[in-house]
Nanobody, 121 residues
Framework: QVQLIESGGGSVQAGESLTLSCAASGLNFSDYAVGWFRQAPGKARSFVAGNTLRFGITYYTDSVKGRFTISRDNAKNTVALQMNDLKPEDTAVYFC??????????????WGQGTKVAVRS
């Protein structure tokens, strides 16, 4: 049984940092593209950051470029999202996703349960 478990969410002041972590069981992240996504209240789930399958290329949505960093550790089977200079508009539930294609999308094959991030102004 595949499980992705996110952790590290919380409530912080604007400008502060958080690191989210996603641990997998039942699959090897080395076989998947991985990504972080978020869903704000009343909005659809959207892409935040991704790491491709074959070359580990990282890519980000424009609003987080320069502030967020995605990384994967295939040996530990984890994916992290370092979030710096957080803004109130980053408030959302954050999900990690794993997809068997080259890039992770909102149609990823596997999802975690999400971890909540709240940024106070």
């Amino acid at each position: 049984q595949v499980q992705l478990i996110e952790s590290g969410g919380g409530s912080v002041q604007a400008g502060e940092s958080l690191t989210l972590s996603c641990a997998a069981s039942g699959l090897n992240f080395s076989d998947y593209a991985v990504g972080w996504f978020r869903q704000a209240p009343g909005k659809a789930r959207s892409f935040v950051a991704g790491n491709t399958l074959r070359f580990g290329i990282t890519y980000y949505t424009d609003s987080v470029k320069g502030r967020f960093t995605i990384s994967r550790d295939n040996a530990k089977n984890t994916v992290a999202l370092q979030m710096n200079d957080l803004k109130p508009e980053d408030t959302a539930v954050y999900f990690c996703g794993a997809e068997s294609g080259e890039v992770a999308t909102t149609e990823s094959d596997y999802w975690g349960q999400g971890t909540k991030v709240a940024v106070r102004s």
